[in-house]
């Protein structure tokens, strides 16, 4: 009876063994990302996604500012650098300062929420007095008044904080992404914050075609 007790606790200690280096073996967990994310650009930029979702082609696609890179920029998450390279520049619209990025569905997760930032729909520009928000990589989640929308310039003012490499964040009122982040004026986070409208950019990517045409976020 002892020799059998032995040969079963064995057996139980082989079969753990060989579990353990089956999980060691296993392929990785896709990286999720979303608005809000930090991403790498050629080993050198670093830089915040704005929206993740899929385009008319059912394509894994995601935007950001256009001054981040051009097409062939290869795209990394900063968050977990080890996954490689997940992504790749296809686009990069430099009159309203976005790009597209195509992503590969088998190494990344897209998800609605990036910290303090949660994305439901895209809606048109806001106006004074609304507050809006934005998750960057750099200052996070800050909130602050809506200057207001430039039709002229595709653009809305706010008063959010922002810095080097919140570039491409999102900038939301609630869940609804309504702008993007490309540059502040005069001083980080005193100056007053400048972005793209998300409606000016839809628009762009639809009336090129192709790869981000039809965008819609998860």
């Known amino acids: 009876m002892l020799r059998k007790i032995v040969s079963v606790l ?3 200690v082989l079969a753990l063994g060989l579990g353990f280096v089956a999980s060691g073996t296993a392929i990785a967990a896709a990286t999720p990302m979303g608005g809000g994310s930090g991403i790498i650009i050629n080993d050198e930029v670093i830089c915040t996604l704005t929206t993740i979702g ?3 082609g059912g394509r894994l696609v995601g935007i950001t500012a256009g001054h981040c890179g051009e097409p062939g920029a ?3 998450p900063e968050d977990n650098q080890g996954a490689g390279v997940v992504g790749t520049f296809v686009k990069s ?3 309203l300062d976005y790009a597209v990025i195509a992503f590969d569905p088998g190494k990344v997760t897209p998800v ?3 910290r303090g ?3 439901t729909a895209i809606g048109t520009p806001a106006s004074f007095p609304a507050v809006a928000c934005k998750e960057g990589r750099t200052t996070g989640n800050t909130c602050g008044i809506v200057w207001g929308d430039v039709s002229a310039d595709a653009s809305t003012w706010t008063q959010v904080c922002v810095d080097h490499g919140d570039s491409g964040a999102p900038v939301t009122v609630g869940t609804t992404l309504v702008a993007m982040v490309n540059a502040y004026v005069f001083v980080p986070c005193l100056g007053p914050e400048l972005g793209t409208n998300m409606s000016s950019i839809l628009e762009s990517m639809n009336s090129q075609g192709g790869v981000g045409a039809g965008y819609q976020p998860i």
Do not use: K
């Open 117 to 119: 930032a949660t994305i």
């Open 112 to 114: 609605r929420t990036i």
């Open 74 to 76: 290869t795209v990394v």
């Open 10 to 12: 064995a057996a139980l």
């Open 93 to 95: 619209n430099p009159d």
């Open 54 to 56: 899929h385009d008319s």
